[in-house]
């Protein structure tokens, strides 16, 4: 099975702090993804990379950056958090051959104070 | 903009019954629809996947449809039990990598 982990379930930070939240995949794959997910707004997502150090802007990047140094893992960093970015963050991970399946960790429930 | 739209979005049934969940988009030029569950605070989990190549797919309980050309995919549900409750997610991609996905169903089954 397919296994996505996600460093934390809850966590609660203050405003202006950095934040990371990391992505693990167990499945040696390509593409990996950052999405936020709020009520009213669905899914939304932050970036995604394609390879190791590669990385594109999804469709809301502004006040996050991302960190692909290992196929494995995806960071998600949030320079100075705001409380606006209080939400559930999810990881997933696909191939990169045409089916490209996507599979989700657990999520984040980011509080920020 | 792929738009994804799914309807309704709240579905309460008693348990035992067969039931349909729709999901339209608006750009057919998809290469292909994912469903997805979602129990409360917790990540997705993939239910199935259709490539635009294909009419349907299934899993046990689960079959998914598409019709590309009009812009649409259902999930049928056999059976259900109270055990499906839980909010299900249509996406679909395009070309590239990403997925763009509808707001969900929220799916009630009741003793």
């Known amino acids: 099975d397919v296994k996505v982990t996600q460093s934390s379930r809850y966590l609660v930070k203050r405003t202006g702090e950095k934040v990371f939240l990391e992505c693990v995949q167990d499945?040696?794959?390509?593409?990996m993804f950052w999405y936020r997910q709020d009520p009213g707004l669905g899914l939304r997502l932050i970036y995604f990379?394609?390879?190791?150090?590669?990385?594109e802007k999804g469709d809301i990047p502004e006040g996050y950056s991302v960190s692909r140094e290992k196929k494995e893992r995806f960071s998600l960093i949030l320079e100075s958090a705001s409380t606006n970015q209080t939400s559930m963050y999810l990881c997933?991970?696909?191939?990169?051959?045409?089916?490209?399946?996507?599979?989700f960790g657990p999520g984040t429930r980011l509080t920020v104070l | 903009k792929q738009e994804v739209t799914q309807i309704p979005a709240a579905l309460s049934v008693p348990e035992g019954e067969n039931l349909v969940l729709n999901c339209s988009f608006t750009d057919s030029a998809i290469y292909n629809l994912q469903w997805f569950r979602q129990d409360p605070g917790k990540g997705l989990t993939s239910l199935l996947l259709i490539q635009s190549s294909q009419r349907e797919q299934t899993s046990g309980r689960l079959n998914a449809s598409l019709d590309k050309s009009s812009g649409r995919s259902t999930l049928y549900i056999a059976a259900s039990q109270p055990g499906d409750s839980a909010t299900y997610l249509c996406?679909?991609?395009?070309?590239?990598?990403?997925?763009?996905f509808g707001k969900g169903t929220s799916l009630l089954v009741t003793p």
């Open positions: 997933a991970s696909s191939t990169g051959g045409a089916a490209r399946e996507q599979f």
């Open positions: 996406a679909v991609r395009n070309s590239g990598y990403a997925l763009n």
């Open positions: 499945m040696d794959h390509e593409n």
């Open positions: 990379s394609y390879d190791v150090k590669m990385k």
